[in-house]
């Protein structure tokens, strides 16, 4: 079944310790995106990949790092997490610019 | 710059009523357009895509869309709501400018009463 697999699904933290979220496609896409969703504020990319070793920032970056050395694999780094960083978040692949995300189930993240 | 703006944070309607959300957008060039719904704990699932080619989109679940350059609207529209349809729906404006970067509405939380 075409997918992208998030994990976990749920994550409590302590401020500052360093963690990470996975995220892997299984649809040989090139295009992969972290997103952060809040109340009220919709989704907002947090960095985007075009291909592998390609990435880039989105609207929200600070705080966090991503990965793309593999095809199907985009980790999310947080570094040192803070209390803001607490939100649901979405990683998703697409095949071609313009095109459909596929959306993974998302991980929801509480930094206390 | 591109924006969307869905006009409504909360919809409430009745079983079997028509359903209508509504989304704006702002692009200085033909967008593409989507609408994803978000049920609860779960993730994005396309709903319907306009890329340009017929002005009304039909989708999957009975819901269709209609675009409307002269008003920049793209609204979602059901003729009978069901239980099932209770979720968050999402507008998205992609500018063709070859980034596949996604400008995602604030949502509307439709919620069908019985």
């Known amino acids: 079944e075409a997918q992208v697999t998030q994990n976990p699904r749920y994550l409590i933290t302590v401020t500052g310790k360093k963690l990470t979220v996975t995220c892997s496609q299984n649809?040989?896409?090139?295009?992969m995106s972290w997103y952060r969703q809040d109340p009220g504020l919709g989704l907002r990319q947090i960095y985007y990949?075009?291909?592998?070793?390609?990435?880039d920032k989105g609207d929200v970056p600070e705080g966090y790092k991503v990965s793309r050395k593999e095809k199907r694999n985009f980790p999310l780094i947080l570094e040192s997490p803070s209390p803001n960083q607490t939100s649901l978040y979405f990683c998703?692949?697409?095949?071609?610019?313009?095109?459909?995300?596929?959306f993974g189930s998302g991980t929801r993240l509480t930094v206390v | 710059a591109q924006s969307v703006t869905q006009l409504d944070s909360h919809v409430s309607v009745s079983e079997g009523t028509p359903v209508l959300l509504r989304c704006n957008y702002s692009?200085?060039?033909?967008?593409?357009l989507f609408w994803y719904v978000q049920h609860p704990n779960k993730g994005l699932q396309l709903l319907l895509k306009?890329?340009?080619?017929?002005?009304l989109v039909k989708g999957i679940n009975g819901f269709e869309a209609e675009f409307k350059k002269s008003e920049t609207s793209f609204h979602l529209t059901k003729p009978s709501a069901h239980m099932s349809d209770a979720a968050e729906y999402f507008c998205?404006?992609?500018?063709?400018?070859?980034?596949?970067?996604?400008?995602f509405g604030t949502g509307t939380r439709l919620k069908v009463l019985a």
């Open positions: 998205v404006v992609i500018p063709p400018s070859g980034t596949y970067k996604y400008i």
């Open positions: 306009y890329t340009s080619a017929a002005t």
């Open positions: 998703a692949s697409s095949s071609d610019m313009g095109n459909r995300y596929t």
């Open positions: 649809m040989n896409h090139e295009y």
């Open positions: 692009s200085s060039y033909s967008p593409s």
């Open positions: 990949s075009m291909n592998v070793e390609v990435t």
